[in-house]
């Protein structure tokens, strides 16, 4: 198999047997671990950013229980997925683990530009995707967000060649609100169903198993800021093109200590018309949570959290880091991201692997509302 399995994943899960018992949840596909490694990097011109290098982090996290990795095409131009590339290729030809085992996802949607970074990148723009015919000047978005199916093809097959894999297991729309302001929202549906129908001729050609969408705010905001999208109008979008069988199963949003709209902010109508949370309309309409900046970008650690969130979390032993992801593996959340390029911070976190999830009463105790599934 070239993808995520029930039976891969529940081999490795087994190499753990001192894990808790709820370190990896299976979502009816796979076994998942409730804690997933991200290669994102914020500042992304530092030179810095290119120096460092994800490859030991990768192998440590997938040589040590995370069986979830995520990225994306732009991601450091590229550098990421390659670099998570090689360390898979790696730790196959060694046979520390098998394709079967892992869970590997990408996003399309901003154009990546490549390393290194071009000297003008509106002539890479124009040599890489206009004269190659993969979008019309139009269909850019501040010169660096497009949903052309041409491009998201180009992309995926891109992304494919990078990570040296034959299918992604979730492939997500990468924050699709950067196009409202832009666009109006009846063409941002227009767009994102024209994606949708690409994305199911993917999984029939065996490229992707499932898809998403990857927001920053889109599905946390008030329903009248700009750049607000409703879960229903993508969910009715996949229903018509892929019918009842359709493929998108996944929603990524932020879910952190900073930012926990997603439990408590009622913003979103489930499939009977009532106002829910993202995670509870993400139930509802039988989809995935994700949760992504887990530690919001480490802008969490500007001061130290009160004793009682690691009182109430489980976690006072540990460190702020582990509270914060403790926090964010919560609700109904399936597995929750991080990035770190020491493979010793993937150790630390890994202490998590020992301790129960926090429980919703938990949850309900530190942020005061009764909110989420």
Not at 191 to 205: G, M, N
Not at 306 to 328: H, M, R, W, Y
Request: proline share 4%; aromatic share 12%.
């Amino acid at each position: 198999m070239q993808y995520a399995t029930k039976e891969g994943t529940f081999t490795y899960l087994k190499q753990y047997p001192d894990y808790s018992k709820d370190f990896y949840r299976f979502n009816g596909d796979f076994f998942i671990s409730s804690l997933g490694l991200g290669t994102f990097r914020k500042e992304p011109y530092r030179e810095e950013n290119y120096v460092i290098n994800y490859k030991n982090a990768v192998k440590m996290a997938v040589l040590n229980g995370i069986n979830h990795i995520d990225t994306a095409i732009n991601y450091r131009y590229q550098i990421s997925e390659r670099e998570i590339g090689e360390a898979l290729q790696e730790l196959f030809e060694e046979n520390k683990a098998s394709r079967e085992q892992l869970i590997i996802t990408s996003k399309a949607g901003f154009l990546p530009l490549d390393f290194p970074f071009p000297e003008n990148p509106y002539k890479w723009i124009e040599e890489e995707i206009l004269q190659k015919n993969l979008v019309t000047k139009e269909e850019i978005v501040i010169d660096q967000h497009c949903l052309s199916p041409r491009y998201l093809r180009w992309s995926v097959e891109q992304s494919l060649k990078n990570l040296q894999l034959k299918t992604l297991d979730i492939l997500y729309l990468h924050n699709p609100e950067t196009q409202l302001g832009y666009i109006d929202y009846e063409t941002l549906l227009k767009r994102i169903e024209k994606a949708f129908v690409l994305f199911e001729k993917l999984v029939k050609e065996g490229k992707i198993r499932a898809y998403g969408i990857a927001a920053w705010n889109g599905f946390l905001y008030e329903d009248t800021h700009k750049e607000y999208i409703r879960l229903g109008d993508v969910v009715a979008i996949a229903q018509k093109v892929g019918g009842k069988e359709h493929h998108f199963k996944y929603i990524q949003s932020p879910y952190n200590l900073g930012k926990p709209g997603a439990y408590n902010f009622s913003n979103q109508k489930g499939p009977d018309g009532r106002y829910y949370t993202l995670m509870q309309a993400v139930s509802g309409y039988g989809l995935q949570l994700m949760a992504s900046s887990s530690l919001l970008q480490l802008n969490l650690f500007k001061g130290k959290f009160a004793p009682k969130v690691g009182e109430i979390l489980g976690t006072s032993d540990f460190n702020d880091v582990l509270s914060a992801l403790q926090f964010a593996r919560s609700g109904s959340v399936v597995s929750a991201l991080f990035g770190a390029v020491d493979p010793r911070h993937v150790e630390d976190n890994l202490t998590l692997a020992y301790l129960p999830s926090a429980k919703n009463e938990q949850i309900k105790e530190l942020l005061g509302r009764e909110n989420a599934l």
